[in-house]
C-alpha cells in the first residue's frame, strides 16, 4: 500500500517510488511529510498559511528555492509531478542516511533532528540562538512545557502517515 496513493496521480505515484528507491527510504514516509506540508492537497502551489514565503509539496523556503537553482514562484507555478524533482534534489544529499520517518521529516523541519532519538529536544522557548524556531513551531510543544522533541514532532507526521494509510486514501500495490 501507498499512504495518499488515492490522492495523487498514478505519474505522481511512480515518481514517489523512483524518487524514494534512489534514496533508499519508504515512500509511505515521504507521502506522508507531503500530506502534512501541504495540508493534504498535495499541491505545488499551495503556500504557507502562515506567510513565511514556503511554497509546495515540501514548503519549500524562498532561500531553498533559490539553493535548488529556482524560485517559489516557479516552484508554485510547476505541476505537482514536476516539482517532485526539486523535492528529490532537495533530499538527495540525505540519500541512505534517513532510517525513520521522523529523519524524513528532519530534512524538511530541521536537519538537525536528524538521526537523534524521539525525546531529543528540537526547539526551546528560551532559546537565545535561535529564538523564533519555537515560536514558528510551538503548535509542536503538546504539552507546552516549552520544548519540543523530535517525538511531539513526528506525532503530527505519524498522524497524517496514519490517516494515509486508510482504505479511502492509500493505493493497494
Not at 36 to 47: K, L, N, V
Not at 101 to 124: E, N, S, T
Request: proline share 5%.
Amino acid at each position: 500500500m501507498l499512504a495518499w496513493g488515492n490522492r495523487v496521480s498514478a505519474g505522481f505515484v511512480a515518481k514517489v517510488r523512483v524518487i524514494c528507491a534512489s534514496l533508499a527510504i519508504d515512500p509511505n514516509f515521504l507521502m506522508a511529510c507531503m500530506a502534512f506540508e501541504s495540508g493534504e492537497t498535495f499541491r505545488a502551489d499551495i503556500r504557507n498559511a502562515a506567510g513565511s514565503g514556503a511554497v509546495g509539496l515540501i514548503q519549500f523556503m524562498p532561500t531553498t528555492a533559490a539553493a535548488l537553482g529556482t524560485t517559489t514562484e516557479a516552484l508554485a507555478s510547476m505541476s505537482d509531478e514536476d516539482q517532485l524533482a526539486y523535492v528529490a534534489k532537495y533530499f538527495a544529499p540525505w540519500a541512505r542516511r534517513l532510517n525513520s520517518l521522523g529523519d524524513v521529516y528532519g530534512v524538511i523541519l530541521w536537519p538537525g533532528m536528524i538521526g537523534k532519538p524521539d525525546d531529543a529536544v528540537v526547539f526551546r522557548q528560551n532559546d537565545p540562538t535561535h529564538p523564533k524556531l519555537y515560536i514558528q513551531n510551538r503548535g509542536l510543544d503538546f504539552n507546552q512545557d516549552g520544548l519540543i522533541t523530535k517525538a511531539e514532532i513526528v506525532a503530527r507526521v505519524k498522524a497524517e502517515l496514519n490517516r494515509g494509510m486508510s482504505p479511502a486514501n492509500a493505493l493497494p500495490n
